[in-house]
């Protein structure tokens, strides 16, 4: 037998503790356990759509961030955009991501393809119907939303069981999955509430406990656990303190559970409860600045400046937070205004910015998984970084961050002018976010293969 | 019989298979082919093949991954499957996944760390 030892690894040193071994022949196509890309797929573009969709509204409805954001149009389009864009793009990756980041397959691609049908014929309804205040049919679409959450829930949760250990990525989420189901049947509650009027809680208190337990629970926390794998993957780094990491996840859902039920109870902890939630955000942004400090590849892409100006927001964020809930501050138009600047800053600058920086990471390895993976070792096929352009990507980057900071000060002042001004930069961020998707979709039909194949 | 095999890599000219002994070399030359698309190079370069084994017409590779999880995890594999079977002389070829020794960027080659950017 020829053996052929590689320098780079010490003899005595092959070693096989935790091993796996898959053999081919000529005769058996090699094993495989990752799921289709065909509803990630389906998710993303969905999202994409959501986002484009809910941005040229603001344009056009500029009163929506102008105004005080308790009415229907608000409502209207902030479901848009967490349902439509967020959710959609996070489930998803989620479909993609946990098996193989779990070491695992997913329980059900069949489960997800259903969930698929439930989400978008939910979400198109509930926009629609809180855009008209039809609260009765806003309950029925979102019965039809839950179905797809719960087959969600289940699907991922059911993945997760079958992961080999329960590690940090396992943790952060299984709790997203409990805050998400806990939103969603807060939300059937709020509708049945209106419908029916029986809840002892206060309109607004419920609506805020409800934004808050899913914008923190779900979206940040999925934003936590997936940066947890995503980013030492990236920038070539290891989670540097597995305790810490741990510790700011269980601080966020601490945290959230006081401020949910602070919040609930229009009670004077709120503020204590948002210090718990700050003091789990600074431990993940020490530990994120500890991956990244040992980060082994020098070049930080666009796509991961993207997500650590996300991170970035969470800074103005945790300030409004602690404002807004200081005990006595009085609702004036001011403060009501700043309200609406912190649920903007929330799903567009925090949770948004972080989407878009992975969405340069997931969608071309969704279209590349699809079209090249079985082409790999047969052709040359290109790297994910040749499928779109990294300039339109500095450039959507100058349009969004300029974007973002003058439709949240027009939002503050509370001009329509300047929030449609504002919006327009957005916008033109998203048209060129859109030729760079498109760029990546269209290796689904037209494949680029460099040099010739084997014959 | 004298078989050949013409490769996509401009840079690599074709490589003749006079017999169907399999030549250590040719192997790691057709892994040269495999390239991890998010860092955008290939796995010999990136120091993720730990070792090949040659017995007869098969061929056992011992490799790594940047990092357990990876989502290019099967299509590596997969891709080194397909890459070795294109040789004629192999009939078999196993892709034994290991994580003892975890894998570090100064596994890499020079030309690994140029392309990636590794500090």
């Known amino acids: 037998m020829d053996q052929s030892q590689r320098p780079n690894v010490p003899a005595g040193q092959q070693g096989t503790a935790r091993t796996r071994s898959v053999a081919s022949t000529k005769a058996a196509a090699p094993m495989v356990h990752a799921p289709s890309t065909d509803v990630p797929l389906r998710f993303a573009v969905t999202g994409m759509a959501a986002l484009v969709l809910g941005v040229c509204w603001l344009a056009l409805r500029p009163d929506i961030l102008a105004t005080y954001h308790y009415n229907q149009y608000v409502v209207a389009v902030t479901h848009l955009f967490t349902l439509g864009f967020v959710c959609s793009v996070i489930m998803g990756a989620m479909y993609q991501l946990v098996p193989v980041a779990l070491e695992t397959s997913l329980y059900s691609e069949r489960l997800a393809r259903w969930q698929f049908g439930f989400h978008v014929i939910g979400l198109a309804g509930m926009v629609w119907k809180f855009w008209v205040w039809d609260m009765t049919q806003v309950g029925h679409f979102a019965t039809v939303f839950a179905c797809g959450v719960g087959m969600f829930v289940y699907n991922v949760g059911r993945t997760i069981r079958r992961a080999p250990r329960f590690d940090l990525i396992a943790l952060g989420l299984t709790s997203a999955l409990g805050w998400l189901s806990l939103t969603v049947i807060a939300g059937l509650y709020l509708a049945a509430a209106k419908c029916w009027n029986f809840s002892p809680f206060g309109a607004m208190a419920q609506m805020h406990a409800h934004a808050h337990v899913g914008v923190i629970g779900f979206f940040v926390m999925m934003i936590v656990t997936v940066s947890y794998k995503l980013v030492p993957m990236f920038a070539l780094s290891d989670v540097q303190n597995q305790r810490r990491a741990r510790a700011s996840i269980w601080l966020l859902n601490a945290g959230l559970a006081a401020l949910a039920t602070a919040i609930l109870l229009q009670s004077p902890w709120k503020l204590g409860a948002s210090w718990v939630v700050i003091l789990g955000l600074v431990l993940y942004v020490l530990e994120l600045r500890a991956i990244f400090t040992a980060r082994k590849r020098r070049a930080v892409d666009w796509g991961l400046r993207y997500f650590f100006t996300a991170v970035a927001f969470l800074v103005p964020e945790c300030v409004l937070a602690v404002v807004l809930c200081w005990p006595g501050l009085p609702a004036t138009l001011v403060t009501t205004q700043l309200e609406t600047v912190y649920g903007l800053l929330a799903i567009l600058g925090v949770v948004g910015l972080s989407i878009l920086g992975f969405s340069y990471k997931i969608l071309p390895f969704l279209v590349w998984y699809r079209v090249y993976g079985d082409e790999v070792g047969k052709h040359k096929v290109p790297s994910l970084a040749q499928m779109y352009s990294a300039r339109l990507q500095a450039v959507i980057y100058w349009l969004w961050l300029p974007g973002l900071a003058a439709v949240s000060i027009s939002t503050a002042l509370g001009s329509e002018a300047a929030v449609r001004a504002s919006v327009g930069l957005l916008i033109a961020g998203l048209v060129l976010h859109m030729i760079n998707a498109g760029m990546i979709l269209s290796h689904l039909w037209s494949p680029r293969f460099d040099g010739s194949t084997q014959t | ?119």
Request: proline letters at 7%; aromatic letters at 6%; charged letters at 20%.
């Open chain 2, 1 to 119: 019989m004298v078989s050949e095999i013409r490769w996509f890599n401009p840079n690599l000219t074709a490589i003749p298979m006079r017999s169907p002994m399999i030549d250590e070399a040719d192997v790691y030359e057709v892994l040269h082919q495999v390239e991890d698309p998010e860092l955008g190079c290939n796995i010999v370069d990136l120091g993720l093949v730990y070792g090949v084994i040659i017995s007869g017409d098969q061929v056992k590779v011992q490799m790594t991954l940047t990092t357990p999880g990876c989502p290019m995890h099967e299509t590596l594999i997969r891709g080194v499957q397909t890459a070795l079977l294109n040789l004629e002389a192999v009939g078999q070829v196993e892709v034994e996944l290991v994580w003892d020794p975890p894998w570090h960027s100064s596994m890499m080659t020079d030309y690994g760390r140029a392309r990636v950017g590794a500090i």
